[in-house]
């Protein structure tokens, strides 16, 4: 499966309520941060890139998808797309605003040009 293929399909997952991993927490729907990303300095990304998953494992997030092969179905090619599922809305934007994380989103954001977006994911 491409990556946009992977991307699409995990859109549809959320948009279409259909569970990635399991029913949403009681405190609501689950939530799913999703990123294109295109690395602009390969080397230098490579640090935020092993430096991020223990954050994410931290705040209970994982990675549905994370820069497999891709095909453009729809609209401009863009670079890898991640896909990260979290516990809650409040989960997810936990993990966005931690020191942890903003400690290393610099590194990103110097070494990729990035679209990164909060998503409800469906009520059950």
Known sequence: MSLKSSFLAAALLVAGGVEASGPPT???????????????????????????????????GVYLVRGGRSEVLEGSPSG???????????????FYESPEYQAIVGTRKANSVSRVVLVEGAAP
């Open 26 to 60: 009681p405190a609501g729907p689950k939530g799913y941060i999703v990123a294109e990303v295109t690395v602009t300095n390969p080397s230098a990304y490579e640090g935020y890139r092993q430096a991020v998953s223990p954050i994410v494992a931290r705040h209970g």
């Open 80 to 94: 890898r797309v991640v896909v990260l599922e979290f516990p809650s809305v409040a989960a997810a934007r936990a």
